[in-house]
């Protein structure tokens, strides 16, 4: 059984920065993409930010040139740093290990305030 454990919520004003952390249980952490979703109040789950086996970053529209994906693979750890956040930025984040079977985190909560 594979666990995610995230953590850097918040609060914040608009235009600052939060980074999330999630921590993986597993020693096969290094084999598997890994990505950040969110879901925000009365909306779908959509995909932040998805980082490869290799360490390549992809992102939603909405969140390039703000959030950086990374992972180190000796920690078990993937991050998510955001900067310059928005209102519209307000969500459950949730970290996902992807594969045949995707695991998911319980969520952390990061709220943007105007």
């Known amino acids: 059984q594979v666990q995610l454990v995230e953590s850097g919520g918040g609060l914040v004003q608009t235009g600052g920065s939060l980074r999330l952390s999630c921590v993986a249980s597993?020693?096969?952490?290094?084999?598997?993409?890994m990505g950040w979703y969110r879901q925000a109040p009365g909306k779908q789950r959509e995909l932040v930010a998805r980082i490869s086996i290799g360490g390549t970053g992809i992102y939603a529209d909405s969140v390039k040139g703000r959030f950086t994906i990374s992972r180190d693979n000796a920690k078990k750890t993937v991050y998510l740093q955001m900067n310059n956040l928005k209102p519209e930025d307000t969500a459950v984040y949730y970290c996902v290990r992807l594969g045949r079977q995707d695991y998911w985190g319980q969520g952390t909560r990061v709220t943007v305030s105007s």
């Open positions: 597993d020693s096969t952490f290094s084999g598997n993409a």
